[in-house]
């Protein structure tokens, strides 16, 4: 575990799919810019729902962040219209040593 996961206290694992226009408007590469700016590890893929999903861990605080941002921003042409995160859960180390887009 990083100095910096330590630092922040007890690092959460959260699953999501996000509902709406996201699909064909840069979603998964503005979700993945903005894990990389928050500092969160993961995954983001296209869904054949046409919906997004995928997991973030890290920090609580900065989980806390992506989940508000999975939210209530995504990209500039998106349009979500709800989110569903489900198996939150504090976790002891992170699974991922990055946060990638799969296919």
Known sequence: MSAVAKASGALKSVDYEVFGRVQGVCF???TEKEAAK???VGWVKNTSQGTVTGQVQGPEDKVNAMKSWLTKVGSPSSRIDRTNFSNEKEISKLDFSGFSTRY
């Open 28 to 30: 998964r590469m503005y």
């Open 38 to 40: 928050l500092g969160v």
